[in-house]
């Protein structure tokens, strides 16, 4: 029977991120992408799951004492086991229309620095929300395998995949990882650097919806070469009277509120490199180091890190998807990339 379920059964790959969810499908590529955002309803102390995903996220920072929206994921593991699950069964349900039959095995992948009771965790949740077998690969080789790099080559490769929670710097070879480190610093981190640098210079309280905003619109990792560079309107509320305001804030603002996050990457990528094997250390310098993630988009992060280290630094193609493709074709050619997932732990 068990057979007869999986002839039914699409397998999947989720990459299960701080700030988005994406699932990967056997056979059909990512069908799906979404916040990583649980809304609940909550009433006489029982809650109620009211929104997942796009929905759940136009909510944050705007919910009414009855209603409560969370994050259940946060530096990349588990914050929040039941919202997780309930994130997990959701997304299941939305991928599979139909619901008999369907077991799914699922392979979903974790930050390099994941604890064992982390990765129980993420693994029991999955397994809670209707998989019938639940495997784990780490984030860097996801990542990797996701760019098209050769990692299974005797040649050393370095990726640094720029989440939402993390960053992991992994150097990768004979299809697996020889150093990796992750620091907790992220989208999220670069967020909470703008809310606070608002707060501080220009008496301004803004959202995290805000914060997100002016990072994809104009943040730069480097000061521009004007000393200004592009300007946009933000509104939040003025801390000094209470009511709300706009101010005009530039590039070099946000390059300068930044500043701290930009150099924590940096940084780990330099003590990456320290801890390389002098052989593989050199193949870095013949092919460079790949960024992925969605952190890699931030403006001008390539020539920050290219002027610290000196090595060329590309952006992969589809660096927000990354991970969710290497996830996918670890499922997919399972029998080849077999010693990277782990089915028990």
């Not at 593991?77 to 919202?83: E, M």
């Not at 990457?265 to 330099?270: L, Q, R, T």
Request: with cysteine.
């Amino acid at each position: 029977m068990a057979g007869f379920g999986s002839l039914f059964s699409s397998d999947m790959a989720i990459d299960l991120g701080t700030a988005n969810t994406l699932v990967y499908v056997k056979g059909r590529g990512i069908v799906l992408n979404e916040p990583s955002v649980v809304a609940y309803h909550v009433k006489d102390g029982k809650k109620q799951v009211l929104a997942v995903g796009e929905d759940a996220k136009l909510m944050l920072g705007r919910t009414p004492g009855s209603i409560e929206a969370v994050r259940p994921m946060r530096d990349g593991v588990i914050a929040d086991f039941d919202s997780a699950e309930e994130m997990i069964k959701y997304f299941i349900r939305k991928v599979h229309k139909r619901t008999t039959f369907s077991k799914p095995k699922i392979i979903v992948c974790v930050p390099h620095g994941a604890t064992p009771v982390e990765k129980r965790a993420i693994r029991q949740s999955v397994l809670s929300a209707g998989a019938r077998r639940a495997g784990l690969i780490a984030e860097p080789i996801a990542a990797a395998i996701g760019a098209g790099m050769p990692i299974t080559d005797p040649t050393g490769s370095m990726v640094v995949d720029i989440g939402g929670g993390t960053t992991e710097v992994a150097v990768l070879s004979l299809g697996d990882i020889v150093y990796a480190r992750s620091v907790r610093v992220g989208g999220d981190r670069m967020d909470e650097a703008v809310i606070s640098y608002l707060r501080r210079n220009q008496n301004l309280l803004v959202g995290e919806a805000t914060a997100e905003r002016i990072k994809i619109s104009i943040g730069t990792a480097r000061m521009p070469d004007d000393g200004r560079g592009a300007t946009m309107l933000v509104r939040g509320r003025d801390l000094l009277n209470g009511v709300p305001k706009e101010v005009e804030i530039n590039q070099a603002q946000v390059a300068e509120a930044l500043a701290e996050p930009v150099q924590q990457i940096c940084e780990a990528v330099m003590i990456a490199l320290e801890a390389t094997p002098p052989d593989l250390a050199a193949d870095i310098v013949d092919r460079g180091v790949m960024l992925t993630g969605g952190g890699a988009l931030l403006g001008e992060l390539d020539l920050a890190l290219r002027e610290q280290t000196g090595l060329s630094i590309s952006i992969a193609d589809q660096s927000l998807n990354c991970v969710a493709l290497g996830t996918g074709k670890a499922l997919e050619y399972e029998k080849q990339l077999r010693h990277v997932i782990d089915y028990d732990s």
